[in-house]
Each structure stands twice: as C-alpha cells, then as structure tokens.
C-alpha cells in the first residue's frame, strides 16, 4: 500500500539511507505524477539530509521541489477541494520553505510563508479532524508563538497557548500516520528547551529503540546529557554521532566541528 511505502521512506530517511529514501519516492512520483505525494516525501528527505550534514548544496532542487508540491496541490484541489490531504501537502511544503528562508534570514517572507501554511493546515484539520499529521505544524506553531511571544509584541492577542501546542503534538505521535517520528524529535527538544529532562530522555529512548543509530535522536541525547552536567553519557555519545559520520564515509564538517567543541567543553 502507499502507506506502507511511504513508511519506509520516513525509516530509510531518519537511518539516513538516503539514497534508497530517494530511489522510492521517484517511484511514487512515477506511479502517480499529477499528485503532490511523491514530491513532498522526497523534499521531507532532501530536507532532512541537508540538516544531517548542514550541507545546502540542493536548495535549488529542494524550492523547486517545494513549489512543485503547491502547483500539483493545487491543480488537484479543483477537481477534489474537500480533501484534507492536499491541504496537509500544500502548508507541509509551505512550512519547508519557511523554516529554510528563517534559517537564511528573510524573516518576513518566512512570516509570511509561515502564515500560510499554518492556514492551509488548520483547512486540512478542518475538513478531517482525525488527520493527525496536520497537528505536528500547528501545534509546533502554537508552542513557539507562544514561547516567543515576549519578542512579537506588535502581534495582538497572543494567548499562552504552549500546552495547547505541546498536546497537538502529542496526537501527532500517538494517532500521526507519517509525522511520528518528526512529532517525537519536535517534543524532544520542547522538552530540553523547557529543562524537562525526564520526559525529553523518555522520548528519545523510545525514539532510538525503533532507530538506533539515528543521529536526528542521538542529537538530542547528547544535549540532554550535557544540559544535565552527565558529562561521560554526553561525551560517549557525541563520540558516536562522530563515528557514524566516519562509517558512512561522509564529511559533515559543520557538524563534526560542533561535536568536537561540545568534547572540549565538556573536557
């Protein structure tokens, strides 16, 4: 089914095979042109191996793909405008291209692109409530909108909506078909944020039995030891992001500098 292939995709994608995440989602394009599917698990993985190695080399192609994804969603929409799916693929892509432009500090289209992903995703949950993945961005929306807040005063009526967000995210990992994993690394890091190590390590070891060796879990291992002065954990696992880098054979140069910084603070 496409579930099932969609599945591995998410798995091949967080165990970093990505080639073989890549070679699948050409598949599902291929299989089915006119939708927008396809191309936004492949940008969800192009996304993911450029964060993993901090390596942007693909922004092109990652654009490219992302305004493919509103094109297709679109188009499909006039002939299937009550279908939630298409909503959640249009403010998943939308969402994609906002981060990438915060990172790079075009903070008002990031707004902007933000605003309307978070809209077409409250569409998508308006249409089908029990489609849970469209939760993950708006929960993750309500959270840092609340917890930044005090930055944002020009914005009006900003409640304290962080547990509102938090449990959004909660359904995404408990009911999600395709954000569980995603949902689960979000909460990781809420949780190290708000200094509830208890819980954050909760998740992660649920997170790292299911994908042991995935350095997006074993990031967030690392910085609950550390934030919590376990300098020996920390340090082994900092040591082990490190050396998967080397099994693979790849360079991630930014990634293994900040690993090797993080080593001599903790030394």
């Not at 009006?156 to 990992?173: S, T």
């Not at 998740?203 to 934030?227: C, D, H, M, V």
Request: hydrophobic fraction near 40%; charge should be neutral.
């Amino acid at each position: 089914t496409k579930i099932a292939e969609i599945q591995q995709i998410i798995d091949l994608t967080i165990a970093q095979d990505y080639d073989r995440a890549f070679a699948m989602c050409k598949e599902l394009q291929q299989l089915f042109p006119a939708h927008p599917m396809g191309f936004f698990f492949e940008a969800a993985t192009l996304q993911a191996q450029m964060l993993d190695y901090e390596n942007y080399q693909a922004r092109k192609r990652f654009f490219a793909l992302t305004d493919k994804i509103r094109r297709l969603g679109k188009e499909a929409l006039h002939n299937d405008s009550k279908n939630s799916w298409l909503y959640f693929y249009i403010g998943g892509a939308l969402g994609y291209q906002a981060y990438f432009l915060g990172r790079e500090h075009h903070y008002w289209q990031a707004f902007r692109e933000g605003w309307d992903s978070i809209k077409a995703l409250e569409t998508a949950v308006a249409l089908d409530s029990s489609n849970y993945d469209a939760y993950l961005g708006i929960g993750s929306y309500r959270y840092y909108r609340s917890k930044f807040s005090k930055y944002l005063s020009w914005l009006p009526f900003v409640d304290d909506e962080k547990q509102a967000g938090i449990r959004m995210i909660e359904q995404a990992i408990d009911k999600g078909k395709f954000s569980r994993a995603a949902a689960l690394n979000s909460l990781i890091w809420i949780y190290i944020g708000e200094e509830m190590y208890a819980e954050a390590e909760k998740l992660i070891e649920q997170a790292l039995q299911r994908y042991p060796n995935s350095r997006f879990f074993l990031w967030g291992k690392a910085t609950a030891a550390s934030e919590q002065k376990k300098w020996q954990q920390a340090e082994s696992v900092y040591h082990q992001i490190l050396q998967s880098y080397a099994n693979e054979g790849t360079r991630s140069h930014y990634n293994e500098l900040l690993c090797n910084a993080r080593l001599a603070e903790i030394y």
